[in-house]
Protein backbone atom coordinates (compact mmCIF):
# COMPACT_ATOMS: atom_id res chain seq x y z
CA UNK A 1 0.00 0.00 0.00
CA UNK A 2 0.69 3.72 -0.80
CA UNK A 3 2.27 5.70 2.35
CA UNK A 4 1.49 9.27 1.70
CA UNK A 5 3.65 11.41 3.38
CA UNK A 6 2.07 14.42 4.89
CA UNK A 7 3.61 17.75 6.74
CA UNK A 8 1.67 20.31 8.86
CA UNK A 9 3.41 23.40 8.72
CA UNK A 10 1.52 25.71 11.74
CA UNK A 11 1.42 28.38 13.83
CA UNK A 12 0.44 28.63 17.23
CA UNK A 13 1.21 31.71 19.32
CA UNK A 14 -0.56 29.98 22.73
CA UNK A 15 -0.96 26.91 22.06
CA UNK A 16 -4.91 26.27 20.28
CA UNK A 17 -4.04 25.76 16.86
CA UNK A 18 -1.42 23.24 17.73
CA UNK A 19 -4.60 21.41 19.36
CA UNK A 20 -5.81 21.23 16.05
CA UNK A 21 -2.73 20.40 14.32
CA UNK A 22 -2.15 17.35 16.30
CA UNK A 23 -5.99 16.47 15.34
CA UNK A 24 -5.27 16.63 11.49
CA UNK A 25 -2.04 14.41 11.92
CA UNK A 26 -3.98 11.99 13.98
CA UNK A 27 -7.04 11.99 11.23
CA UNK A 28 -4.19 11.32 8.38
CA UNK A 29 -2.11 8.70 10.77
CA UNK A 30 -5.57 6.70 11.53
CA UNK A 31 -5.58 5.83 7.64
CA UNK A 32 -1.92 5.24 6.93
CA UNK A 33 -0.28 8.42 6.24
CA UNK A 34 3.21 9.34 7.69
CA UNK A 35 2.70 12.71 9.06
CA UNK A 36 5.32 15.29 10.56
CA UNK A 37 4.50 18.04 12.33
CA UNK A 38 6.57 21.20 11.89
CA UNK A 39 6.06 24.56 13.81
CA UNK A 40 7.07 26.94 11.36
CA UNK A 41 8.24 29.76 13.88
CA UNK A 42 11.30 27.57 14.75
CA UNK A 43 11.61 25.56 11.32
CA UNK A 44 14.75 24.18 11.04
CA UNK A 45 16.87 23.12 7.84
CA UNK A 46 15.58 19.19 8.29
CA UNK A 47 12.06 20.34 8.81
CA UNK A 48 12.40 22.40 5.26
CA UNK A 49 13.83 18.92 3.79
CA UNK A 50 11.06 17.17 5.00
CA UNK A 51 8.52 19.52 3.80
CA UNK A 52 10.54 19.13 0.39
CA UNK A 53 9.72 15.03 0.36
CA UNK A 54 6.17 15.04 0.98
CA UNK A 55 3.26 14.33 -0.92
CA UNK A 56 0.94 17.22 0.98
CA UNK A 57 1.29 19.81 2.80
CA UNK A 58 -0.95 21.00 5.69
CA UNK A 59 -1.01 25.53 6.51
CA UNK A 60 -1.98 25.57 9.37
CA UNK A 61 -2.09 29.55 11.50
CA UNK A 62 -4.50 31.02 14.41
CA UNK A 63 -6.38 34.44 12.62
CA UNK A 64 -4.93 36.94 13.83
CA UNK A 65 -6.13 40.38 12.77
CA UNK A 66 -8.09 38.88 10.20
CA UNK A 67 -5.40 37.07 8.23
CA UNK A 68 -2.46 34.34 9.09
CA UNK A 69 -0.27 35.69 11.96
CA UNK A 70 3.14 37.32 11.38
CA UNK A 71 4.68 34.05 11.96
CA UNK A 72 3.08 32.27 9.31
CA UNK A 73 3.55 35.22 6.92
CA UNK A 74 7.07 35.13 7.42
CA UNK A 75 7.33 31.07 7.21
CA UNK A 76 4.96 32.04 3.60
CA UNK A 77 7.29 34.53 2.68
CA UNK A 78 10.15 32.15 3.09
CA UNK A 79 8.47 29.63 0.77
CA UNK A 80 9.56 31.69 -1.98
CA UNK A 81 12.56 30.22 -1.98
CA UNK A 82 10.66 27.10 -3.21
CA UNK A 83 8.20 28.81 -5.21
CA UNK A 84 11.22 30.32 -7.73
CA UNK A 85 11.52 26.87 -9.30
CA UNK A 86 7.91 25.08 -8.40
CA UNK A 87 9.86 22.75 -6.28
CA UNK A 88 6.38 22.05 -4.49
CA UNK A 89 4.54 21.83 -7.67
CA UNK A 90 1.55 19.34 -8.07
CA UNK A 91 1.66 18.72 -3.65
CA UNK A 92 -1.53 18.84 -2.69
CA UNK A 93 -2.22 21.31 0.39
CA UNK A 94 -5.14 22.01 2.43
CA UNK A 95 -5.48 24.22 5.61
CA UNK A 96 -6.89 24.95 8.81
CA UNK A 97 -7.23 27.95 11.48
CA UNK A 98 -8.77 28.73 14.39
CA UNK A 99 -9.92 32.11 16.05
CA UNK A 100 -11.18 33.70 18.68
CA UNK A 101 -14.85 34.92 17.49
CA UNK A 102 -16.94 32.81 15.84
CA UNK A 103 -16.45 34.03 12.23
CA UNK A 104 -13.43 36.48 13.38
CA UNK A 105 -12.65 36.85 9.62
CA UNK A 106 -11.35 33.09 9.73
CA UNK A 107 -12.18 32.89 5.71
CA UNK A 108 -9.83 35.56 4.66
CA UNK A 109 -7.23 33.28 6.68
CA UNK A 110 -8.22 29.88 4.58
CA UNK A 111 -8.03 32.18 1.32
CA UNK A 112 -5.05 33.27 1.72
CA UNK A 113 -4.00 29.57 1.95
CA UNK A 114 -5.31 28.70 -0.97
CA UNK A 115 -3.37 31.29 -2.92
CA UNK A 116 -0.12 30.64 -1.34
CA UNK A 117 -1.13 26.72 -2.16
CA UNK A 118 -1.44 28.28 -6.03
CA UNK A 119 1.41 30.11 -6.43
CA UNK A 120 3.28 26.73 -5.76
CA UNK A 121 1.10 25.12 -8.27
CA UNK A 122 -0.14 22.73 -5.38
CA UNK A 123 -3.63 21.34 -5.82
CA UNK A 124 -6.39 22.31 -2.91
CA UNK A 125 -7.67 19.87 -1.19
CA UNK A 126 -11.06 21.32 0.46
CA UNK A 127 -13.19 20.13 4.10
CA UNK A 128 -15.83 18.10 1.40
CA UNK A 129 -18.75 18.01 4.60
CA UNK A 130 -21.82 20.18 4.19
CA UNK A 131 -21.73 22.58 7.12
CA UNK A 132 -23.18 21.24 10.32
CA UNK A 133 -25.29 23.63 13.14
CA UNK A 134 -27.54 25.51 10.69
CA UNK A 135 -30.60 23.72 11.39
CA UNK A 136 -33.57 23.24 14.25
CA UNK A 137 -32.26 20.08 15.36
CA UNK A 138 -28.94 20.66 14.50
CA UNK A 139 -26.27 21.48 17.22
CA UNK A 140 -23.09 23.14 18.13
CA UNK A 141 -21.68 19.66 18.19
CA UNK A 142 -21.88 18.63 14.59
CA UNK A 143 -18.83 18.16 12.50
CA UNK A 144 -18.03 21.53 10.88
CA UNK A 145 -20.29 23.28 13.04
CA UNK A 146 -18.79 26.80 11.88
CA UNK A 147 -19.73 25.96 8.06
CA UNK A 148 -16.48 26.43 6.05
CA UNK A 149 -15.89 24.57 3.00
CA UNK A 150 -12.01 25.74 2.11
CA UNK A 151 -10.57 23.72 5.08
CA UNK A 152 -11.61 23.20 8.72
CA UNK A 153 -12.27 26.21 11.13
CA UNK A 154 -12.38 26.27 15.10
CA UNK A 155 -13.40 28.69 17.40
CA UNK A 156 -11.88 29.01 20.87
CA UNK A 157 -12.90 31.60 23.46
CA UNK A 158 -9.87 33.73 24.10
CA UNK A 159 -10.32 33.84 27.95
CA UNK A 160 -9.80 29.37 28.39
CA UNK A 161 -6.88 27.55 27.08
CA UNK A 162 -5.75 25.07 24.84
CA UNK A 163 -7.82 22.30 26.69
CA UNK A 164 -11.25 24.03 25.67
CA UNK A 165 -10.52 23.95 21.74
CA UNK A 166 -14.35 22.93 21.04
CA UNK A 167 -14.58 18.45 20.70
CA UNK A 168 -16.31 19.31 16.91
CA UNK A 169 -13.41 21.25 16.11
CA UNK A 170 -11.06 18.86 16.95
CA UNK A 171 -13.08 16.32 15.15
CA UNK A 172 -13.67 18.28 12.28
CA UNK A 173 -9.39 18.76 12.34
CA UNK A 174 -9.60 15.01 12.12
CA UNK A 175 -11.64 14.86 9.17
CA UNK A 176 -9.40 17.07 7.40
CA UNK A 177 -6.70 14.96 7.87
CA UNK A 178 -8.33 11.65 6.74
CA UNK A 179 -9.16 13.27 3.78
CA UNK A 180 -6.03 14.90 2.85
CA UNK A 181 -4.67 11.18 3.59
CA UNK A 182 -7.27 9.30 1.37
CA UNK A 183 -6.48 11.95 -1.27
CA UNK A 184 -2.96 11.67 -1.04
CA UNK A 185 -3.49 7.76 -1.94
CA UNK A 186 -5.58 8.18 -4.98
CA UNK A 187 -3.16 10.88 -6.47
CA UNK A 188 -0.01 8.67 -5.96
CA UNK A 189 1.62 7.47 -8.76
CA UNK A 190 1.62 4.09 -9.44
CA UNK A 191 4.66 2.17 -8.56
C1 LIG B 1 -2.66 39.54 17.87
C2 LIG B 1 -3.96 38.79 17.90
C3 LIG B 1 -4.89 39.04 16.92
C4 LIG B 1 -6.11 38.34 16.90
N1 LIG B 1 -6.99 38.57 15.89
C5 LIG B 1 -8.15 37.89 15.86
C6 LIG B 1 -9.06 38.08 14.78
O1 LIG B 1 -8.82 38.80 13.83
N2 LIG B 1 -10.25 37.41 14.85
C7 LIG B 1 -10.58 36.60 15.90
O2 LIG B 1 -11.68 36.07 15.92
N3 LIG B 1 -9.70 36.34 16.90
C8 LIG B 1 -8.50 36.96 16.89
N4 LIG B 1 -7.59 36.70 17.88
C9 LIG B 1 -7.85 35.61 18.83
C10 LIG B 1 -7.09 34.32 18.44
O3 LIG B 1 -7.37 33.96 17.10
C11 LIG B 1 -7.47 33.16 19.36
O4 LIG B 1 -7.16 33.53 20.70
C12 LIG B 1 -6.78 31.86 19.01
O5 LIG B 1 -7.34 30.81 19.77
C13 LIG B 1 -5.28 31.91 19.25
O6 LIG B 1 -4.71 30.71 18.80
P1 LIG B 1 -3.26 30.26 19.25
O7 LIG B 1 -3.31 29.92 20.71
O8 LIG B 1 -2.94 29.05 18.42
O9 LIG B 1 -2.33 31.41 18.96
C14 LIG B 1 -6.39 37.38 17.92
C15 LIG B 1 -5.43 37.15 18.91
C16 LIG B 1 -4.23 37.82 18.89
C17 LIG B 1 -3.19 37.51 19.97
Redesign the pocket.
Known amino acids: MTTPVISIAF????????VLAEAVRDGAAEVGATVHLIPVDTITDEQWSLLDASDAIVFG???????A?GAFHTFAEATSKRWFNLDWKDKLAAGFT????K????LNTLQFFTILAAQHGMHWVNLGIHPGWNSSDASENDLNRLGFFLGAA???N?DEG?DAVHKADIATAEHLGRRLAETAKRFAPAA
Open positions: HSGYGHTASPTYMGTSNSGSSGDKAQTVP
